[in-house]
T-cell receptor, first 117, second 111 residues
């Protein structure tokens, strides 16, 4: 596929369960972002991967949130012990980006809508 | 942390009118980007303006950048119903590669 894909598209879980969200970036894109968007709100930065550098985790809201990325491929965002406040759309984006160069547009996936009951 | 802040938060105009949205940012940037979001899903890149540019056009879109005021505006001319969406500005944080988005302007085009 040519674009960023995310799975699942929708996830309903019970409070206290762990969830894992997946993002497949565009091949060759070194930068990958995760965002959270609550209903009617803006994008909340969560975490940023750039190549093999240590990820920027400054946006993760709590230690229940973690993300991994292997090389320049798939990334997974894990939320442990989910809470109702975690309900949101989780968006992933990738860009063809080199360190020190931000002149690259981000390509977004369709998002995963997470509902915590 | 917030880099871009859009204004207004919501805007309703009649079809055919022009829509103007503004964005203010905090730190020095090398470029600023505008994105559109339909139906709460993925965003689509609209236009990028570099810090040495003052104005840029793309179809019915016109973007301005005033680095002295740390502000940008997005003008959509001759609006159409299909322009109904949320619009976000985004800029790199402190010249770092990390792009930070504002909270967006919800634009509604009335028939």
């Amino acid at each position: 596929g040519a674009g960023v894909s995310q799975s699942p598209s929708n996830k309903v879980t019970e409070k206290g369960k762990d969830v894992e969200l997946r993002c497949d970036p565009i091949s060759g894109h070194t930068a990958l972002y995760w965002y959270r968007q609550r209903l009617g709100q803006g994008l909340e930065f969560l975490i940023y991967f750039q190549g093999n550098s240590a990820p920027d985790k400054s946006g993760l809201p709590s230690d229940r949130f973690s993300a991994e990325r292997t090389g320049e491929s798939v990334s997974t965002l894990t939320i442990q012990r989910t809470q109702q406040e975690d309900s949101a759309v989780y968006l992933c984006a990738s860009s063809l980006s080199h360190a020190g160069n931000s002149y690259n547009e981000q390509f977004f996936g369709p998002g995963t809508r997470l509902t915590v009951l | 942390s917030q880099q871009g802040e859009e204004d207004p938060q919501a805007l309703s105009i009649q079809e055919g009118e022009n829509a103007t949205m503004n964005c203010s940012y905090k730190t020095s940037i090398n470029n600023l980007q505008w994105y559109r979001q339909n139906s709460g899903r993925g965003l689509v890149h609209l236009i990028l303006i570099r810090s040495n540019e003052r104005e840029k056009h793309s179809g019915r879109l016109r973007v301005t950048l005033d680095t002295s005021k740390k502000s940008s505006s997005l003008l959509i001319t001759a609006s159409r119903a299909a322009d109904t969406a949320s619009y976000f500005c985004a800029a790199p944080m402190n010249r770092d590669d990390k792009i930070i988005f504002g909270k967006g302007t919800r634009l509604h085009i009335l028939p």
